[in-house]
């Protein structure tokens, strides 16, 4: 009979629930830090609760994975939950999943090897889609016009910027994609959109979406647009649009970060769950040799 | 020195604002029926109000044209306008556009042309890429999970339908189309998605346009569907989907309506604008020879 | 026991070798007018030769039927095969299918039915992918640069000239579509290209597909084209570019006719095939009630 | 006055050509080792002939650079030439490009800095583009089916992987990626293209494009392929197919080596001057500091 890895989703908003769902096809799951009511139809085998005393081999936290007060994020449960009843439940040389390194959680989980999903290119990649479809998502909502024939920049042709692209395609836009040298000019007609240098953006454009985190419109680029254009900055940390400016400029500005929880949380959780599966994976086949 | 038309818009929503403004590049325009905030930075040219006598040679109503009242539809306006009030701005001989024909339009403008710009096929080409905008919006909003890899079918392959499929292949969606004979499977091929016949829909899909305005979904219909499945319904009148029994077996079911003027009130806009210009260019070069 | 009808496929090329091997999926087939190393591997199913006297419920002719002196069209077979032949293995109240029509046909087979299969809207909307498939197949073939990034012109925007920008959007070219009124604009802008009035055409185009059947580029206009620009020709009969004046300019024109069957001879008998089932599947719903 | 730099395009086929075309928009250009025929209206500005003593500040030498026998290739020339003819053309200490490292070189030109364009990623980027192309253009000359529809795999996402997915999506084929992670399944999910692993390629296709440079296809994955399945390998030096295997089995393979030269040597020459280009550019910057 086949060992099925016993796997705790402890805390997190709606995204865990799915991941939990996903992760309970191939693995022995029971979730925690939940109102029964999240649980409704969404995943028959994600609510088994913890009956045995047997220890769990794994536990997955969520992006974050704590609160300022060092408790497990729990933004679905009414009570809290510490972290150390996780750590309680997992085998001492257990696996803890998180969505974001914490230095508090070498702190805690001692001994267990810790390991950031979030870090993983795969992940980036995959949350790439919902990023993108959550950004076209803003701009249809926020634009009085269609995006058909419309003229956009798209900074950056990494994962997001290409994702947009193929999206953007698809509308019709009339797409442009800024970007630093030969190799992502290149890359943009590979993908078959025209391109300019990001130090030589002109400012005709109705639309424009930034995937890139370091500063590309400062005050003095952000003037020479048109009070209508409407920017969305997907980036994070620093972003590429200088926030006070554009602010005291009264240029339309979205900050959207944390898209793929908003807009997909169920595609978000599966991307979890995938990511989880595939660390795993490789490790197993590390080991089985 | 040339002799430009005058041209009334009278009433409407934020559209024939747009609408104004579009016309003012070509003809001498005026607007009234709307409340002086309403003309903000829209369109300068849109603000000339009634200064001489001299009378228009059209008036551009709004869709639609009258309330249950029997006055302007003025829903951008505090106060009340009379038809009667718009004929006598008008030449004898002028032409009325309206958004949708109505009897009492006859009955007041007598002798007057009345020619009804949602009927020309052009605007309904054109306004399909709003509808099919305003749609995949919809989807993205009420779904929890990303269009990409979704298995989508989309009802119907004209004007619309191809224009949601364009988007959609952007998306990288899983795209079926439902046509009712060889012409439409054709079709559907030369646009690069499957086909499957109407009367033999299969129900695996997550998400469903309906843009026939014929009723394809009827109760057993959707029974067999999954309770998960979003259906949009873009087809006028009767519509494509049984709205009791939708209801009745707890179907999602968004009945989406004049998508453009909400989606994109500019670009809805100026396609009136656009076609009111054309038929008038008609008109001119028929009368010029 | 279902009976199948028993449908004979007489003469032509290759195509029809396909067609043969398509329609014994569903019916019961024999061929004839073909040596036998053209069966080779193409279709077990194709070879059944006629063995028992029953009379066949129909016959598939070639594109076209007959040749200069009146005998079946049989360019893969080394002997000749008069109609006649044909007329007597079929029942006297039999169909015969053709694909082009032949006042000849009408004078042999009297009393049967005869049915130009060429003429079916949903074969020329097949064949519009084929056709566009070859096109661009030319293209490559005779231009020294990519398609991606290539200034288009694609004349026209009915069902070849949809295929052509479908296609051509994936290789990234820059298209233009040349279009009669408003609807063919608003046709294009639902594919998501720019398109021109087809009087007002410029001519800063590397390449240039026609597809309409009446003459757009005469001699004038030609003369304005760089003699780089490469012209291909797909509308019948008349075609739309003058061929004596691009002749004498020494234009680049390439007449691109029966692409179909040159560029894909399987899926080109395939639609043959389709089109003969779609068109008994209609006769027997038709006779069936 | 600008003091342009002064470049010898020094053998190679036609695309060396085309490449001194676009350099003389640019630099001051002369062309050696072609016979007079190949300038016809090529380009005005190549002609330039050498006439002044002056040195040159770089040379641009063809794919391969030199011959078995060490001469320059040149096979557009009735003559030989010899690479030290080259040498003493150029300043002593000018900048050689080459088409391909070759030891040869590096004893002929001493004390000057030899530089590989071919190795240069926005060279390899750009080329993808007429790899892609001239692949696609195999296909349609060698398959009797049409590419819409039809069930393709292509063996890797890299630049021609991802240059052929977005050219085969506009064709309306059925696209499945092999490749060799989650990251490469995710990269294809945003092109909106299914994926399988490489380890577990089913056999179902009937177009193969092969872009990654290992052994995918050996015997016995070969032998699971139907004999109509067109292989076609993009792949340099081993390939991803078993040639041996592959001529044992019967199996139509394609190998497509040297593509954008062939397909489009006007792009081509111009990817090698862009190149060469951006180089010197990069070199300038760096100076000029």
Not at 1 to 21: F, H, P, T, V
Not at 160 to 169: D, F, H, Y
Request: glycine share 8%; hydrophobic share 40%.
């Amino acid at each position: 009979m086949e060992n099925k890895l016993r796997i705790l989703i402890a805390g997190g908003d709606m995204r865990q629930i799915y991941c939990a769902g996903r992760l309970s096809q191939e693995y022995d799951t029971a979730v925690i830090g939940f109102d029964e009511k999240y649980f409704s139809d969404n995943s028959e085998s994600a609510k088994s609760v913890l009956s045995d005393g047997e220890p769990f081999d794994c536990a997955v936290l969520p992006v974050p994975p704590l609160d300022d007060e060092g408790m497990l994020s729990t933004p679905c449960y009414t009570e809290k939950i510490d972290p150390y009843t996780i750590k309680k439940l997992l085998r001492p040389d257990g696996i803890v999943f998180t969505g974001k390194s914490d230095e508090r959680l070498t702190e805690i989980f001692t001994g267990m090897e810790i390991c950031d999903y979030m870090k993983r290119e795969e992940l980036s990649l995959k949350n790439a889609i919902p990023s993108a479809e959550g950004a076209v998502q803003l701009a249809l909502e926020e634009l009085p016009v269609t995006l058909n024939g419309l003229k956009v920049l798209i900074v950056g042709m990494g994962r997001i910027g290409t994702a947009l692209t193929e999206i953007l395609k698809g509308f019709g836009s009339d797409i442009t994609v800024a970007v630093r040298n030969a190799r992502g000019a290149a890359n943009a007609r590979i993908h078959g959109v025209k391109s300019v240098r990001t130090d030589k953006i002109d400012t005709d454009y109705e639309l424009v979406f930034n995937t890139v985190p370091s500063l590309v419109f400062e005050s003095e680029l952000l003037n020479r647009f048109s009070d209508k254009t409407l920017f969305i900055d997907l980036a994070s940390k620093p972003g590429g649009i200088d926030f006070d400016s554009a602010a005291k400029l009264g240029k339309k500005v979205v900050w959207a970060l944390g898209l793929p929880g908003k807009t997909a949380p169920v595609t978000s959780g599966e991307i979890i769950a995938e990511t989880v599966s595939d660390i795993l994976e490789e490790r197993s086949e590390r080991y089985d040799v």
